[in-house]
């Protein structure tokens, strides 16, 4: 299911206000873009780099993903997605190799994609999420 | 210090022989390295996904920062890695700016970088890696 590229790096932190000028003054990225995901109880910080987006994840709800991920494990790396074509087919596929599916058809994420995550015990520890650009 | 894309993001995992079938058979990536970095002990495995490469560490001795890591946390992403130019220069802004450095100085690391790790603990718990080629 070849992806084209890592569409981004998901990143855990408390605060957006003190995430986002670290990244912007000690990392010289721009933050482009802020957008809050209610159903998934967060707000979302983008950044480019490369091929690649960072997006900073503070949680708007204690009891949502992202808060119950810091308070077990603290801020950190959350998650990695890879950027897809035909993403209902590919989540398809994962599943016949046996992967565990948290997302049995395509959903929608943060800016306008469509999205499926992959069950961590079953990719090596890593919450894998893919991705697809509707518009392309 | 503007990254030019991100360089690779480091996945720990308990066995290599196991995982690097899965990234080939599921995500249809090649594996196209395997190196053994002794003064890390670790052994790694790397693919190509657009711009960036995934690289799976697996220990080599379980008092080493890859086998603690797993002890402690389980299999999951270890760290990320920039892109730089100008490594040493940009260790000494990012400690400038507030962030405690692993490696004052850049050292050789996998693939022939030269490469300084950043204290998660300055980086919002995010392990994060500074890499240069030399030959570029």
Redesign the interface.
């Known amino acids: 299911?070849?992806?084209?590229?890592?569409e981004h790096?998901g990143?855990?932190?408390k605060d957006l206000k003190e995430?986002i000028p670290?990244f912007e003054?000690?990392?010289?990225?721009e933050c482009y873009a802020v957008e809050e995901v209610v159903d998934q109880k967060v707000k979302t910080a983008f950044f480019k780099?490369?091929?690649?987006k960072i997006e900073l994840l503070e949680s708007t709800d204690p009891e949502g993903p992202i808060g119950k991920f810091i308070e077990k494990?603290?801020?950190?790396?959350h998650h990695?997605a890879?950027?897809v074509e035909n993403l209902a087919e590919k989540l398809k596929f994962?599943e016949e190799?046996g992967?565990r599916l948290i997302d049995k058809a395509p959903r929608k994420g943060a800016e306008g994609l469509n999205i499926g995550f992959l069950h961590?015990k079953s990719?090596?520890?890593?919450l894998t999420e893919l991705c697809e650009d509707p518009t392309k």
């Open positions: 299911m070849k992806p084209t590229h890592i790096i990143i855990a932190v995430a670290f003054k000690v990392y010289g990225l780099v490369g091929d690649t494990k603290g801020e950190g790396i990695m890879f950027a994962v190799q992967v961590p990719t090596f520890g890593v």
